[in-house]
């Protein structure tokens, strides 16, 4: 199959020509056709199969007919980086149709987005907090919303934002095309999905399953020598652009800066950071200004940097999807990816949890030459707070059907790694 068999508009095709797509992922092999018929759809796609797309370009097609300088299109999303992304993507196949997309996220001005929404703009991307203040202000009109899509609902979710969202729903139009799309499906998502969409149709690649261009393993080491053991990694490693994931904000504040002082191009993307200091180490980071850049889960959730390398779990996530959507950063478009999670003892559990999640067991590694028996010094640094115990009613659902069940249990004998012999160490 290939794009010109949707029968886009001319003017949106030619922003698929410019973008160089020629043949649909997955998802949007299977999404484009029903949003374009108006359909409501829930989307259950991992991070990095193409799932922008699969929504951006039928919108734009849509929005091709009918009025503008009003808000059409309304595409909520968990961050900044994330709503800044889709926005690139609309901006970047829209750019022949002369629709209008802005984003509105806070950390910075209300005046200008404001602003731009008088001016008129046909497709708002935005977060949950700042969004309900603009509908608050009375600055913003959704009364003539034809399509809303909820992006990494999962991840919304679990930032605390279904209350905003349901207030922003009260909002909307009820004659609408709704959109929601979730790298897994906990049953707080579908209670709200059966509640926001209608009739919908399902489409789904790969739930709860990284790309299979990534490949895994494991480093034990004691907590007092993960800095030095990455130091150790990324010298010996053939690195291109390497995304570190740590527990806390400070820790990435932390290790970012020991790795800038150890020589490497190094920016550390995290919550405490003004929105021009996480635009610009996210930038360096995606232009190759920086080699490695230490996040925190919510800070790197979504980002699309195609040419990382590799991921590094400095800390262990605290749930396997948690996992998933971390390593998702690698192997995207069917590009290589390693992915390298640093364990101590006390990961035992969430080791054996993911492994489980991904069918199959992660390659233990040791590098050679690393001392692994310095003592911790005298006053050690304190060990990243454990992940709280998710109450039950907010765990994500890993409950299989029954062939996916009976296709795990295959894939749980085989080995996670590609075949082709992963990056020497040592
Ligand atoms: P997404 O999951 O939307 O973040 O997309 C992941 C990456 O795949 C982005 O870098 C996209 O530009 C790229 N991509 C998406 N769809 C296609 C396609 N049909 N052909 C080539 N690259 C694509």
């Given at each position: 199959m290939q794009f010109n068999q949707f029968n886009f508009h001319p003017k949106v095709t030619s922003g698929i020509t410019t973008a160089g797509y020629v043949t649909p992922t997955p998802i949007q092999a299977q999404a484009i056709p029903k949003v374009?018929?108006?359909?409501?759809?829930?989307?259950?796609?991992?991070?990095?199969?193409?799932?922008?797309?699969?929504?951006?370009?039928?919108?734009?097609?849509?929005?091709?007919?009918?009025?503008?300088?009003?808000?059409?299109?309304?595409?909520?999303?968990?961050?900044?980086?994330?709503?800044?992304?889709?926005h690139t993507s609309f901006e970047q196949f829209g750019a022949a149709t002369g629709l209008r997309s802005i984003t509105i996220y806070g950390g910075v001005g209300f005046g200008p987005q404001a602003k731009?929404?008088?001016?008129?703009?046909?497709?708002?991307?935005?977060?949950?907090?700042?969004?309900l203040d603009h509908i608050q202000q009375k600055t913003i009109d959704l009364s003539r919303i034809d399509v809303l899509v909820l992006d990494e609902a999962d991840q919304m979710f679990d930032m605390g934002f279904f209350p905003d969202i349901r207030k922003i729903l009260s909002h909307l139009p009820k004659r609408r095309q709704t959109l929601l799309f979730s790298a897994t499906m906990p049953n707080e998502i579908r209670k709200l999905a059966h509640?926001?969409?209608?009739?919908?149709?399902?489409?789904?690649?790969?739930?709860?399953?990284?790309?299979?261009?990534v490949s895994h393993a494991l480093y034990p080491v004691p907590q007092h020598l993960k800095a030095d053991l990455l130091l150790e990694l990324l010298r010996h490693t053939d690195?291109?652009?390497?995304?570190?994931?740590?527990?806390?904000?400070?820790?990435?504040?932390?290790?970012?800066?020991?790795?800038?002082?150890?020589?490497?191009?190094?920016?550390s993307l995290q919550g405490?950071?003004?929105?021009?200091?996480?635009?610009?180490?996210?930038?360096?980071?995606?232009?190759?200004?920086?080699?490695?850049?230490?996040?925190t889960d919510i800070a790197a959730r979504g980002i699309d940097v195609s040419q990382i390398s590799h991921v590094v779990n400095f800390d262990i996530p605290n749930t396997p999807e948690a996992?998933?959507?971390?390593?998702?950063?690698?192997?995207?478009?069917a590009r290589t990816g390693d992915a390298f999670t640093m364990v101590t003892g006390e990961d035992t559990a969430m080791i054996r949890a993911i492994e489980k999640t991904l069918g199959g067991t992660i390659e233990r590694r040791k590098v050679?030459?690393?001392?692994?028996?310095?003592?911790?010094?005298?006053?050690?640094?304190?060990p990243p707070r454990r992940p709280r115990q998710q109450p039950a009613s907010r765990k994500p659902a890993t409950k299989v059907s029954g062939s996916e069940g009976a296709k795990q249990a295959q894939r749980r004998r085989r080995p996670l790694s590609r075949t082709t012999s992963p990056a020497r160490v040592g």
């Open positions: 374009m018929q108006g359909l409501d759809v829930m989307g259950l796609a991992q991070t990095g199969t193409g799932k922008t797309a699969a929504f951006a370009l039928p919108i734009l097609h849509r929005l091709m007919d009918g009025g503008r300088k009003s808000v059409r299109a309304l595409v909520i999303a968990p961050t900044r980086e994330l709503a800044e992304q889709i731009k929404l008088k001016q008129g703009a046909e497709i708002v991307v935005a977060c949950p907090g700042r969004l509640e926001v969409l209608n009739n919908p149709e399902t489409v789904q690649v790969a739930t709860a399953a990284p790309a299979d261009t690195t291109n652009s390497v995304l570190v994931f740590t527990r806390t904000k400070h820790r990435a504040k932390r290790l970012g800066e020991k790795l800038t002082g150890s020589g490497y191009q190094a920016a405490n950071l003004s929105q021009s200091r996480r635009q610009e180490a996210l930038d360096g980071f995606r232009s190759g200004k920086y080699q490695v850049l230490v996040a996992y998933i959507h971390r390593i998702g950063r690698t192997g995207r478009a050679d030459n690393f001392n692994y028996s310095v003592a911790a010094p005298l006053k050690q640094e304190q």
